[in-house]
């Protein structure tokens, strides 16, 4: 159903009015429509002082005013009802609260190309900030893998494995999605200014926060709900046991997402809080994008067939004829009675076996003694 005009305005109103995520607030919007809570706000004025003080704020917003400034710059206000409206955001209904924050955001402004309603061919890659060289190569690449096949590029835009991820993205062209903790105005880190500028001309920027807003600790948390919902699974390359990354996991768990983790060194630790979700079960190991995409594949499809060395001519022997090759001498001839007794096998199967493996290039007769000829020599 399309939105309202007054219905987005409200919800701009209190987007504004709200802290992203505040379960209270998303709760109430989304069971009575924000139009009814704003409504309602504005009518408790002289009820109390905390009242006051939140139907006096909510007066002084201006929505109209805020969605064409934003309007100016390229930015718009993206609400459930919209057609581009990321539908994997509706199942955060159901994947309960963290720290007191939780629920469907009551819209999120957007700096770029439409988004994508199916969550499901996008892919969120994190992970610390702190990274490790290693890291930051394998998040790189599983960035340029992953968009490459079409699949969107999901990050925090922060310095370190988000860093490399949208990098990887954007060095193949494709498309990639940055989900910020501060309005999508703004600039943070500010050692990624380059980035999040280049992010504003080719890719997407997408916040909770109203224009403007600064990054804080509570905003941060809010935004990874965001990253796990907005795609079809989470990547996790590096985090430590504390890492912020493992909060991204956490929703997508939450959301019934699939969790992967790229292992790093057992000394690393980057890499602690990633083996210890390994190793609970809490997570799927994944070393390259082909990984990542059986996981988020329908199933039974896009299944990888087992990894393993090449078959070479020694594998394509039979089990007897391998048996008789290890016993052949290597520099010393040796007869048939002898190859069969080092190898345990009756001489009318050692025979066969020897001319088997002579037309085959193997061995070699030399009078009445069998040796290995030297090309096939391990």
């Given at each position: 159903m399309?939105?309202t005009?007054?219905?987005?305005?409200a919800?701009?109103?209190?987007?504004?009015?709200?802290?992203?995520?505040?379960?209270?607030?998303?709760?109430?919007?989304?069971d009575?429509g924000?139009?009814?809570?704003r409504?309602?706000?504005?009518?408790e004025?002289?009820?109390?002082?905390?009242?006051?003080?939140?139907?006096?704020?909510?007066r002084?917003?201006?929505?109209?005013?805020?969605?064409?400034?934003?309007?100016?710059?390229?930015?718009?206000?993206?609400?459930?009802?919209?057609?581009?409206?990321?539908?994997?955001?509706?199942?955060?209904?159901?994947?309960?609260?963290?720290?007191?924050?939780?629920?469907?955001?009551?819209?999120?402004?957007?700096?770029?190309p439409r988004?994508?309603?199916?969550?499901?061919?996008?892919?969120?890659?994190?992970?610390?900030?702190?990274?490790?060289?290693?890291?930051?190569?394998?998040?790189?690449?599983?960035g340029?893998?992953?968009?490459?096949?079409?699949?969107?590029?999901?990050?925090g835009?922060?310095l370190?494995?988000?860093?490399?991820?949208?990098?990887?993205?954007?060095?193949?062209?494709?498309?990639?999605?940055?989900?910020?903790?501060?309005?999508?105005?703004?600039?943070?880190?500010?050692?990624?200014?380059?980035?999040?500028?280049?992010?504003?001309?080719?890719?997407?920027?997408?916040?909770?926060?109203?224009?403007?807003?600064?990054?804080?600790?509570?905003?941060?948390?809010?935004?990874?709900?965001?990253?796990?919902?907005?795609?079809?699974?989470?990547?996790?390359?590096?985090?430590?046991?504390?890492?912020?990354?493992?909060?991204?996991?956490?929703?997508?768990?939450r959301?019934?997402?699939?969790?992967?983790?790229?292992?790093g060194?057992?000394?690393?630790?980057?890499?602690?809080?990633?083996?210890?979700?390994?190793?609970?079960?809490?997570?799927?190991?994944?070393?390259?994008a082909?990984?990542?995409?059986?996981?988020?594949?329908?199933?039974?499809?896009?299944?990888?067939?087992?990894?393993?060395?090449?078959?070479?001519?020694?594998?394509?022997?039979?089990?007897?004829q391998?048996?008789v090759?290890?016993a052949?001498g290597?520099?010393t001839?040796?007869?048939?009675?002898?190859?069969?007794?080092?190898?345990?096998?009756?001489?009318?199967?050692?025979q066969?076996?020897?001319?088997?493996?002579?037309?085959?290039g193997?061995?070699?007769?030399?009078?009445?003694?069998w040796?290995?000829?030297?090309?096939?020599v391990?």
């Amino acid at each position: 159903m399309a939105v309202t005009e007054e219905e987005r305005l409200a919800r701009v109103a209190l987007n504004r009015l709200a802290e992203p995520g505040d379960v209270r607030m998303t709760r109430l919007v989304g069971d009575l429509g924000a139009t009814v809570v704003r409504d309602h706000l504005l009518a408790e004025h002289g009820l109390s002082t905390l009242h006051d003080d939140v139907a006096e704020r909510l007066r002084t917003i201006d929505p109209v005013r805020e969605l064409e400034a934003a309007s100016k710059v390229g930015i718009r206000f993206v609400v459930p009802g919209d057609a581009e409206w990321p539908t994997g955001l509706d199942d955060l209904t159901l994947a309960g609260t963290v720290n007191e924050r939780g629920g469907v955001p009551i819209g999120v402004w957007v700096r770029g190309p439409r988004l994508l309603p199916a969550w499901r061919s996008c892919v969120a890659v994190v992970g610390a900030r702190s990274a490790t060289t290693y890291g930051t190569r394998v998040a790189a690449e599983l960035g340029a893998e992953l968009a490459s096949t079409g699949r969107t590029v999901v990050s925090g835009a922060a310095l370190g494995i988000d860093l490399a991820a949208h990098r990887g993205a954007l060095a193949v062209e494709g498309p990639t999605l940055a989900v910020l903790a501060c309005g999508v105005d703004r600039v943070y880190p500010a050692a990624n200014r380059g980035l999040v500028e280049h992010l504003r001309e080719v890719g997407t920027l997408v916040s909770e926060a109203p224009l403007g807003g600064a990054p804080m600790r509570v905003r941060f948390l809010a935004r990874n709900r965001l990253i796990a919902a907005l795609s079809g699974g989470t990547v996790v390359v590096e985090a430590a046991l504390r890492s912020g990354a493992l909060s991204s996991a956490a929703w997508a768990e939450r959301l019934g997402r699939p969790v992967m983790g790229v292992p790093g060194p057992v000394t690393s630790a980057q890499s602690q809080g990633v083996h210890e979700r390994l190793r609970t079960g809490g997570a799927h190991l994944v070393t390259c994008a082909e990984d990542v995409a059986e996981l988020l594949a329908e199933a039974g499809e896009g299944l990888l067939e087992d990894r393993r060395e090449a078959a070479t001519p020694r594998d394509r022997l039979t089990l007897r004829q391998r048996q008789v090759l290890d016993a052949v001498g290597v520099s010393t001839a040796r007869r048939a009675d002898r190859i069969a007794a080092v190898a345990g096998v009756g001489l009318r199967e050692v025979q066969s076996a020897l001319d088997a493996l002579e037309s085959r290039g193997w061995v070699r007769q030399d009078g009445d003694a069998w040796v290995l000829e030297r090309a096939s020599v391990p």
